[in-house]
């Protein structure tokens, strides 16, 4: 059974750092995009972060560039998002993804997590 789930959500005040996991089991991800979504109250899931498991390659929305690194770990099957310089419209519940396509759209995506709540208020 595929699994995606993730860790290290919380409540931070502006200008703190986070670190998301992503721990993945039950398949194979290397030929795999994986991303990071997030969705906040009242709107639709928003594209975040990608990097393909093998080779390299990695996107950003805007948004998040310069503040957001994502990364992954071949050993331990794991994916982070490294959040800096936090800011409260960053809030949102943030998923883990796993596609077959490099893309920013959730329907290209077939296996999530269950999410991590992140808010960032002062």
């Known amino acids: 059974q595929v699994q995606l789930v993730e860790s290290g959500g919380g409540l931070v005040q502006p200008g703190a750092s986070l670190r998301l996991s992503c721990a993945t089991s039950g398949r194979t991800f290397t030929t795999y995009v994986m991303g990071w979504f997030r969705q906040a109250p009242g709107k639709e899931r928003e594209f975040v972060a990608a990097i393909k498991w093998c080779g390299s390659g990695t996107r950003y929305v805007d948004s998040v560039k310069d503040r957001f690194t994502i990364s992954r770990d071949f050993a331990k099957n794991m994916v982070y998002l490294q959040m800096n310089s936090l800011k409260p419209e960053d809030t949102a519940v943030y998923y883990c993804?796993?596609?077959?396509?490099?893309?920013?759209?959730?329907?290209?995506?077939?296996?999530w997590g269950q999410g991590t709540q992140v808010s960032v208020s002062s």
């Open positions: 993804a796993a596609g077959l396509v490099w893309s920013t759209r959730p329907q290209n995506y077939d296996y």
